[in-house]
């Protein structure tokens, strides 16, 4: 059974930084990619940034890019996403989410589509307020 676990949420002041881990368990092999979204209150959940197994291609959304990096440690099966100058508008719960799809796999893949990912975490909340 595969299983993804996300941690590193709270409260957090604006302006400030947190990093954000997720774990995943019973994927043999490894997660051709890793991916991160989140869903704001009253709003669908929308796309943050990915890492293929390499980390040679990441992928952001343009409201994050300055201000977000995503990593992962395959050895751990773990990838970590660092927000830097937090704004209110970072509120909301992260999600990990993988594909079933090996390393291996070299064929098309949309990193920002949620449709392209097959097991999800609970998530956790980040909360940006003063």
């Known amino acids: 059974q595969v299983r993804l676990e996300e941690s590193g949420g709270g409260l957090f002041q604006p302006g400030g930084s947190l990093s954000l881990s997720c774990v995943v368990s019973?994927?043999?092999?490894?997660?051709?990619?890793m991916g991160w979204f989140r869903q704001a209150p009253g709003k669908e959940r929308e796309f943050v940034a990915a890492i293929n197994w390499s980390g040679g291609i990441q992928k952001y959304a343009d409201s994050v890019e300055d201000r977000f990096t995503i990593s992962r440690e395959n050895a751990e099966d773990r990838a970590y996403l660092r927000l830097y100058r937090l704004i209110p508008e970072d509120t909301g719960v992260f999600y990990c989410?993988?594909?079933?799809?090996?390393?291996?796999?070299?064929?098309?893949?949309?990193?920002?589509?949620?449709?392209?990912?097959?097991?999800w975490g609970q998530g956790t909340q980040v909360t940006v307020s003063a």
């Open positions: 019973g994927l043999t092999g490894g997660a051709y990619a």
């Open positions: 989410a993988v594909p079933d799809k090996s390393p291996f796999y070299s064929g098309v893949f949309d990193y920002t589509a949620a449709s392209s990912y097959d097991y």
